[in-house]
């Protein structure tokens, strides 16, 4: 009997001992864990920051392709113009003018296929760029 009153105190300072360890492990644990997702966390905002920066570049890329469809149009509507002033002056003009003029004609629809193909060759460049973002990410 007196073995058993001198034990049990034993075994209750042990089994507090135990539990305390085993509850430092558990908050061990935890902490770890929320380690763990913080620097998943910074991982993903790293991720975000470059994908802002990316979307930022392919809008600037985007504008300049809207001001040179714009610059375009407006060479286009200068053709027009321009076929329309050889239209009327034709009229009043010999030959020899009108021969200049549908030569400067031919000239500006060839420059105006150069600039459209231009055009083109960057939007075809920029849906490039946006379908190897894709895949990277």
């Known amino acids: 009997m007196l073995n058993k009153l001198i034990f049990l105190p034993l075994a209750d300072l042990i089994e507090i001992g ?10 061990l644990d935890q902490d770890l864990e929320v380690v ?13 920051s470059d994908l802002i920066n990316e979307l930022l ?18 060479e286009l509507l200068d053709l027009l113009v321009q076929e329309l002033h050889l239209c009327l002056r034709s009229v009043s003009l010999g030959s020899f ?31 490039l760029q946006v379908s190897r973002g894709r895949e990277t990410s």
């Open 57 to 74: 570049i392919r809008c600037l890329q985007q504008s300049k392709s809207i001001t040179e469809l714009v610059l375009l149009m407006t």
């Open 97 to 127: 003018d009108l021969s200049v003029h549908l030569l400067d004609l031919v000239l500006s629809i060839v420059k105006q296929l150069l600039l459209s193909l231009s055009f083109l060759l960057q939007i075809i460049d920029v849906c």
């Open 18 to 27: 135990h539990r305390h360890v085993v509850l430092e492990f558990e908050l």
């Open 36 to 48: 763990l997702v913080s620097l998943t966390l910074r991982d993903q905002s790293l991720n975000c």
